[in-house]
Structure formats: C-alpha cells, structure tokens
C-alpha cells in the first residue's frame, strides 16, 4: 500500500482547482471572516459537494484563516464567600463620599487577546477611583 501511496498521481483534477478557486472566492468574499462551516454551506448552496471538514482542510491547505474575535468564557460566580461577610447587602444609596466602594471585572478585547479591567467605583459620586 505504501508503495503505491508513494507513486500515485498528485496532479489536481479540474473539479479540485474549481472548488480550491471556489473556496477562495467565497473567503475572499466574506472579508476573511468565513469558517469553514460558512465555506461549507455557501459552496453547497452553490452546486459544490463540501463539508465543513474537507472545507477546513482546504483551508490549511490555502492557508486561510477566520479572522473572527474567539469568544470569552466566563466564569460563573455561583456562592458567596463564607469568610467574608455581605456589609452592604444591595443597599447602595450611600449618604457622604469615600464610604463605599465597589469594584468590578471586565474583559476587554485588545488586538489579538482578551485583557482583564478592574474598576473601582465610589458609589456616593458613582465615579471611578482607580483602574
């Protein structure tokens, strides 16, 4: 089997350039954002027999890559801290400034990857004191 492996025909047929071209017009198309499900779905709507693994191979093989943002995963806080006692339990109407402060977490897309942001808030002013 390796023998023959070794000395099969690897000249493109006309039906693998048309659907390398195909895929290509479709990416180029999208604006680089298409993945190959996309790729999948538009190139079988257009009369070319294509799922989205032989699309991603193709892909690879033309170097072309999905330029869309990855999503974030999240954590979800589920339970309170048990060492640390809830003082403001919800009542944030605060009378005088520099009492109360509160913080939060975000992430931020920069580029090329997720950042993290830490706010601190003073709640009397609803102003940020600190990042």
Known sequence: SYKYWVIRDTTPTPEQVRLEAEVKAIHAMSGGSAGARTIAAIATNNGFELSRYRAAK???????????????????????????????????????????????????????????????????????VGW
């Open 58 to 128: 193709l892909m690879i093989k033309l170097k072309l890559e999905s330029c869309q943002v990855p999503q974030h995963q999240y954590k979800r806080g589920s339970n309170e801290h048990l060492e640390i006692p809830n003082l403001l339990d919800r009542q944030f109407d605060v009378v005088e400034p520099d009492t109360v402060w509160c913080g939060d977490v975000t992430y931020i897309w920069v580029g090329n990857r997720w950042a993290y942001l830490a706010v601190v808030i003073d709640l009397f002013a609803r102003k940020v």
